[in-house]
Structures are given as C-alpha cells and as structure tokens.
C-alpha cells in the first residue's frame, strides 16, 4: 500500500504520538508530561505519513526564535517529534519528512532549522551541523573545592516553591537569552517545561526543588535540583542532580554552586548540559576529579543561506566567496559572497572565484560560533581556495562565548 504524507489533525494526536512513544522504546510518558507535548504541539506545523489507518512516520516543527551571534533573535523551525515505525523503514519516510519540513520552513521565511538527535549520525545527510556542545560533569564534593569570587557573600540564598517561583525564574531565564547563541526565548507554555517532575523518571530522586539567590531584594539567579540518597560503608554518598541553573552575574552563580556542593549528606554534584566555556570550571580546585564529558548538543541547519548568513554579526570584518554545496536544499546551491563585521552583514549570489568550499552542513557547524571553520577544514569537510582565507573567516565566525542550548525540546 502507498504510503500518504500529511498534516497532522488534531484527533490523531494519541496515534501519533503513540507511534513517537513506541520508537523511543514504548514506555509511556507520565500524563502530565504527555498532555505538556499536546498542549506545545503546533499541529499545522506537524506532519504524520499514514499506511492506511495506520501511522508509520511522525515529525513536528516549533516555532522559535533563537539567539545568533550579536544578540539577534532569529525566526528558526525547532525540528522534533522525528520517528518511523520499525515496520517501514528504508522507505524514504524520513527522506519524504525532512524535505517536506524545510520546504515548509523556507515557505514560512524561517532562515534556520535546528534540532536535538537522537543518533547524531543521521541528521547530516540533510544539512545538519553540530552547532552546540555540552557538558555533562559531576563534582567530588569530597575531594574538590570551590574558590569563589569575591562579593558572592553579598548573595542571599532562599529555597522556594518549585511552581510558585516559575514566574522570577522565567524573569531570569528570557534576560540571559540574548546572551548566549543557542538560547531559545522561550514562547507562552514553554515555562511549564522546568516544572515537569514525573515520579517515575526521579530513578530515587527526591522532587525537583528550587533555590532563588537574591540580592537586594531582586532575584539575580536559580537553581532548579533534586537530591538523591544514598549510603555506602563509609557513610552518606548521595547526590545533587542539577536540572537548571542560572545567574545574572558571576557572582550569583558562584553562590548557586558553593550551595548546591555544601548540601548535607551528599559526595557529588552531577549535571548535564551545561555550556562548554562555563565559569564552574574556573571555580573548582581539580577538573579531574570533576569529569567533563563534552556531547553534542544543538545541530543547526541553514535553510536560507544568505538570510541566515545576514541575520547574524561577525567578530571580526569579513569578506569572503564561499562555494556551497547543498544537493538537499539545492536553492542554497553555488557562490554567495559574505560581508560583514560586528555592526551586521550582508550576503548575496556572485560569480567572483570562491575562497572557501564547503557544504551547507559545514555552514550550520560554524553557524553559532561554537565550531571552528579551522577545525572543519583540518577535517577535510572545509577547502581553502585562497591563501589565509580560512583563518580570516574561521576568526570572524567565533563567538565571544559558547553557544548553548538550555533545555531540549
């Protein structure tokens, strides 16, 4: 039977998602965090490929606006939601989604497309770049000290209610989205997502909790966390499993951290997903007995090569002809020169001699800033067709800090 791929409605919702469920391992998602998934679905901008009455392909889009390099917030399609059913697959339902899904964005004028893999080998087949890292880590709070900055005493800690804190913490979070690239201001709904906290997935954990730093009466920071108990011979081993922190100063987060490696009964501090340049590195006496393990976190797609290219700063001024490769979004296709520096940029079709050659997934790497085009090249995946342009455009991509994503989606 030929298979049919179509706008989701919203009465196949349950099958559809059951399919996204089933993919992932077929283990139910509590009530309260699948009913979060429907209320957040845009059911325009999802898609379902039916055999029959039966679902065998999901994939859905948000629409975002994330931070790029200078502080712009920049339209991007926020790809989730992706799976085919074990029955169906290389058949092209995925192929047949990821071309509906930047056809559609590039319809709706949103030059980037951005997602979290699963399998991170599968994405770049259409265009997709790891554009953000992460850090996972957790800290011996036995064996490893903290060394704050000074000013930190000048923070008052005070624990709160997780859901009636939401509103100050929300506060915090949309200031320091213009800081980073990476960031995503989060739209009305997306506050209820730090509050998900379903009992099955604590694995021992208490409920989340919450701390508020404050300083002037102002609330200048967060962390959200839970504890987890344990014990061995020696005595109490648990730990502290932070789910969000954030600050609006260095010392705001300096306070957060010497709080959360001073909780009573505990021997570690394990986090994820924390920016690659974060200042916790700087704080503490042995990063080895911290563990950092770097993961990819952010992968960047550029739907609209020149728009995307425009919408961003660069560090340094810049004037370089790339020769672009794009067979899955063939408009991208061919000679765009880029010039620019910290004040904007501007991008457009040339027939100058290209000084780089590379393909649109190179571009959404380097896109944030947080992959270097030297680093691309070293690989072979970027090619210098004029003598120091790399350097010069690999230096103009950086950003001052890391990209990063705060939370999944």
């Excluded at 030929?2 to 059951?18: A, C, F, H």
């Excluded at 039916?50 to 994939?59: I, Q």
């Excluded at 606006?65 to 995925?94: E, F, N, Q």
């Excluded at 932070?242 to 306070?255: E, I, K, N, R, Y």
């Amino acid at each position: 039977m030929t298979t049919e791929l179509r706008v989701l409605d919203p009465s196949e919702w349950d099958r559809w998602y059951g399919v996204l469920e089933l993919a992932f391992g077929g283990v139910p998602e509590a009530p309260e965090e699948r009913q979060l998934w429907r209320d957040l679905t845009e059911f325009d901008r999802s898609l379902g490929v039916w055999d029959g009455e039966l679902c065998v392909g999901t994939a859905g889009a948000f629409s975002f606006r994330l931070t790029v390099p200078g502080g712009a917030s920049v339209p991007a399609g926020g790809v989730t939601m992706v799976s085919v059913a074990g029955t169906h697959r290389r058949r092209g339902i995925l192929t047949s989604m990821m071309r509906r899904q930047l056809d559609d964005l590039r319809a709706a004028g949103e030059c980037l497309a951005v997602l979290t893999a699963s399998e991170p080998e599968i994405y770049g087949r259409f265009g997709y770049g790891i554009g953000a890292y992460s850090v996972h880590a957790a800290i011996d709070t036995n064996r490893v000290r903290l060394t704050v900055p000074e000013g930190t005493d000048g923070v008052s800690l005070r624990l709160a209610d997780l859901t009636e804190s939401s509103a100050v913490c929300e506060e915090v979070y949309a200031k320091l989205v213009p800081s980073r690239p990476g960031m995503i201001a989060r739209l009305p709904g997306w506050e209820r997502l730090p509050l998900m906290d379903p009992a099955g997935d604590r694995e021992g954990a208490s409920p989340r909790q919450c701390v508020l730093a404050e300083r002037g009466g102002e609330v200048v920071g967060f962390a959200h966390y839970a504890i987890k108990p344990d014990w061995s011979f020696a005595g109490a081993d648990g730990s502290v499993n932070v789910d969000q922190l954030m600050g609006l100063d260095p010392v705001a987060v300096a306070a957060l951290w010497r709080f959360l490696c001073s909780v009573d009964l505990t021997a570690s501090v394990r986090f994820r997903s924390r920016p690659v340049d974060d200042g916790w590195q700087h704080l503490v006496s042995d990063l080895r007995r911290c563990e950092p393990t770097v993961r990819d976190a952010l992968h960047v797609r550029l739907v609209e090569v020149g728009a995307a290219l425009e919408a961003r700063t660069y560090q340094a001024p810049l004037d370089v002809v790339f020769e672009v490769e794009d067979a899955f979004c063939p408009w991208n296709e061919g000679r765009w020169r880029l010039t620019g520096d910290a004040k904007g940029a501007a991008c457009v079709r040339t027939s100058d001699p290209a000084d780089l050659a590379l393909s649109a997934r190179e571009l959404g790497a380097a896109y944030l800033g947080g992959t270097s085009l030297v680093s691309l090249a070293a690989a072979g995946r970027v090619r210098e067709l004029r003598e120091g342009a790399l350097v010069e455009a690999s230096v103009a991509f950086g950003s001052p800090v890391a990209p990063w994503l705060p939370h999944g989606f």
